[in-house]
């Protein structure tokens, strides 16, 4: 079994500000880690993922994960946030080779100007 | 272009109708997904099938009737048996053969349903 948790309900942060949303998880055999985003009233789209190899995952717009084995963290990062990455964002893990996912609960991110 | 479609965008029953979403995939993924969304909650499962002429009950199954016939398509039933049924609702497919394609979900759209 695993299991994700998201660790901030919702971090507002001012244009410009670096972010971090936390996730960590746990599971009993080894895992594959997302970051998914979601705009209001519509699907989840994936940001970025790790599946093996360099602990630094880049994604798309500007976002980056770090995966820390040691301390079951999946953290994402972004230095500098716009307006427009104002949305909810979901952590998911899925043990290898299986597709079926576990989601966290969910972080909704809002960038004030 | 390769994707996941889900109608209607926006459904509203009666109490104790049953009403059907659609979901239609064309990349030929082998595994789909039904979440269902609710405000302020993170995704729960409903069901998900793996293969053709299979699937399994997820978290939330009660209430709740799927098929798949084809490979494309995996249609979710809501029925009189669903207490709450108002919330939105997320189709999602995946190849399944996680070493491949490492277990990322694609996710359609949604359907937000109300009942009146």
């Known amino acids: 079994a695993q299991s994700v948790t998201q660790l901030d309900s919702q971090v507002p942060v001012f244009e410009e500000a670096p972010v971090e949303l936390r996730c960590n998880y746990s599971?009993?055999?080894?895992?594959?880690l997302f970051w998914y985003v979601q705009y209001p009233n519509q699907g989840l789209q994936l940001l970025l993922k790790y599946l093996s190899g360099s602990t630094l995952v880049k994604g798309i717009n500007g976002f980056e994960a770090e995966f820390n084995k040691s301390q079951t963290s999946f953290h994402l990062r972004k230095p500098s946030v716009h307006i427009s990455d104002t949305a909810e964002y979901f952590c998911?893990?899925?043990?290898?080779?299986?597709?079926?996912?576990?989601f966290g609960d969910g972080t909704t991110l809002t960038v004030k100007p | 272009d390769g994707g996941i479609t889900q109608s209607p965008k926006y459904l509203f029953r009666k109490e104790g109708q049953n009403v059907t979403l659609s979901c239609e995939q064309n990349l030929n993924h082998d595994a789909m997904y039904w979440y269902r969304q609710d405000p302020g909650q993170g995704l729960r499962l409903i069901y998900y099938?793996?293969?053709?002429?299979?699937?399994q009950k997820g978290d939330i199954a009660e209430g709740y009737s799927v098929s798949r016939e084809k490979k494309e398509s995996f249609p979710l039933t809501v029925t009189s048996a669903q207490k709450n049924p108002t919330a939105f609702y997320l189709c999602?497919?995946?190849?399944?053969?996680?070493?491949?394609?490492?277990?990322?979900?694609?996710f359609g759209p949604g359907t937000r349903l109300t009942v009146l």
């Open positions: 998911a893990v899925s043990a290898m080779n299986r597709g079926k996912s576990t």
């Open positions: 999602a497919s995946s190849r399944d053969r996680a070493g491949v394609a490492g277990g990322e979900q694609f």
């Open positions: 599971s009993s055999v080894s895992v594959y």
């Open positions: 099938s793996q293969i053709v002429n299979d699937f």
